[in-house]
């Protein structure tokens, strides 16, 4: 039995499904306003951008602001590792916009920004066609809006500010998009794969998001076939990686989340359940849906000195702590990964990504020390062998990427 | 406790958490906060810098005790980055 709901309907490697097809396919939608945002509260849907917030306190707190409101599709995917929302964008664009327009009706919102990475250009015209084929009175209260090609662009605040004046950088809050986002605008900023899971429960309620919900996935890294997986929530972490045509070889360590998210140890994650409130009570975080397994011969102290150089030039570097913490984080990690530590660079370490959580205007800063925080974990062996023995015995360099 | 045991209380040495609370909490506006640093050197009770000069706040309301130091250092700070609100933190 497939248990496709969002990738449901015809093959994703195909065109986008037109609005026939996805009309009769999935027909009209049962739910809108308040009676959708109580099977949202009741199907418990948690945010797929990566925060997991839960959408219909979400859609509620803008729904009780004074209007006009406005409506951010968020299709930003600006996490490296992340795929899902531009397949979803691509292959069924009808969906995501069923679900910005009942957004837009739940919350009373007179105007949906659609916006979307620059650089996801096959999603943005899936986008834009099936614009083009909705009636023009739905068409007109959307704009697209195309986002900068950084890792920030996605956060929320940084998203409102683009369409307000062409600058994706994250904002001080309060206030929040719910209090005053676009043009002052009391702004509901959701992302795509959580607006087109909106509108599948539109039709089949809370419930049965409960009992047979999915989510989208992004498996790379130490497997045979990286992509895209929609599976059940609960889902074994051990299912989608063989899903995946599984790890060619010996598995160490798996990054979940993405950047943000952290690493497990391979014995402790292969099942755990994707459910992001079940993530969240094992102190772990379903992010943005990444699931990365590291292969046993790849250096761990050198993956996350890569990816957390890479998270400190995304800084927007706005925020003292984000510039100089993480900037400082990142170049002694560096120096651990080449066996050139200092004496002091583990426990500075240790002390830097506690400081930080917390201290910038977003949270780049706490995505970024979560990971590290994780890493000193689950590599303690590695990391203080290439402190105490001044070097790397794993195969690849530093130079290496995770897929 | 009467009036006068409870300011006898505060006066001895390491008890100053002891104190009544107010409502507010203290926030950095991170985006203006510039590290200048007199915040922390008016309320050192609550506030400490990092190793750049950026500040590590407490998480706690302010103590009654400390509310004019709290209110001085918002108003010292020369980027108006410091607040004192309820559930003044930031994030």
């Known amino acids: ?403 | 406790m009467s009036e006068l045991s409870a300011r006898r209380w505060e006066g001895s040495p390491g008890v100053a958490r002891l104190g009544t609370s107010s409502r507010l909490s203290l926030g950095v506006d991170r985006i203006r906060c510039d590290g200048r640093g007199y915040c922390a050197e008016l309320l050192p009770e609550m506030i400490r810098l990092d190793d750049w000069g950026y500040p590590i706040v407490s998480s706690e309301r302010v103590p009654d005790h400390l509310l004019d130091h709290a209110r001085r250092a918002v108003a010292t700070c020369p980027l108006l980055a410091v607040r004192l609100a309820e559930d003044g933190r930031s994030r």
Not at chain 1, 140 to 156: C, L, N, T
Not at chain 1, 168 to 180: D, G, I, Q, Y
Not at chain 1, 342 to 354: I, K
């Open chain 1, 1 to 403: 039995m497939s248990i496709a709901s969002l990738l449901d309907g015809p093959d994703l490697r195909g065109e986008a499904e037109p609005a026939t097809g996805h009309r009769a396919r999935l027909g009209p939608s049962l739910l809108s306003g308040a009676a959708l945002i109580d099977a949202l509260d009741q199907g418990d849907l948690r945010g797929r951008g990566g925060a997991g917030f839960p959408v219909g306190k979400k859609w509620r707190s803008v729904a009780g602001r004074p209007g006009p409101r406005v409506v951010i599709a968020n299709g930003a995917e600006g996490e490296p590792l992340s795929f899902k929302d531009r397949l979803l964008m691509q292959a069924r664009p009808h969906l995501v916009l069923d679900g910005a327009t009942l957004a837009a009706g739940a919350v009373d919102a007179d105007q949906i920004v659609l916006y979307i990475g620059r650089e996801h250009s096959a999603a943005a015209d899936a986008m834009l066609r099936a614009l083009a084929e909705r009636p023009p009175r739905e068409r007109r209260r959307f704009q697209v809006s195309r986002a900068p090609v950084a890792y920030v662009s996605g956060e929320e605040t940084a998203a409102v500010q683009f369409v307000n004046r062409g600058v994706a950088l994250p904002m001080s809050v309060p206030p929040r998009p719910f209090e005053a986002g676009v043009r002052g605008r009391p702004t509901l900023v959701q992302n795509v794969e959580s607006l087109a899971t909106a509108a599948l429960i539109a039709r089949r309620g809370g419930a049965w998001y409960r009992s047979s919900g999915t989510l989208l996935v992004t498996v790379t890294g130490a497997v045979a076939r990286p992509g895209v997986i929609e599976t059940r929530l609960g889902t074994p972490v051990a299912e989608v990686v063989e899903r995946a045509g599984g790890p060619p070889g010996p598995i160490q360590a798996l990054l979940l989340g993405g950047y943000f998210g952290g690493w497990i140890a391979a014995s402790d994650a292969w099942d755990l359940p994707l459910d992001p409130m079940r993530l969240r009570a094992a102190r772990h975080s379903l992010g943005c849906g990444v699931v990365a397994p590291l292969a046993a011969d790849r250096c761990g102290v050198t993956e996350t000195a890569r990816i957390v150089t890479y998270l400190g030039g995304q800084s927007a570097r706005q925020c003292g702590p984000c510039v100089f913490g993480l900037g400082a984080i990142a170049a002694t990690l560096r120096r651990i990964a080449m066996g050139l530590s200092h004496p002091d660079d583990l426990a500075r370490l240790d002390r830097w990504s506690a400081e930080l959580p917390g201290r910038g205007a977003c949270r780049h800063p706490d995505g970024a020390a979560g990971l590290v925080r994780s890493a000193l974990r689950v590599f303690a062996d590695d990391f203080a062998h290439h402190h105490d023995h001044r070097g790397c015995t794993a195969a690849t360099p530093l130079t290496a990427g995770v897929a």
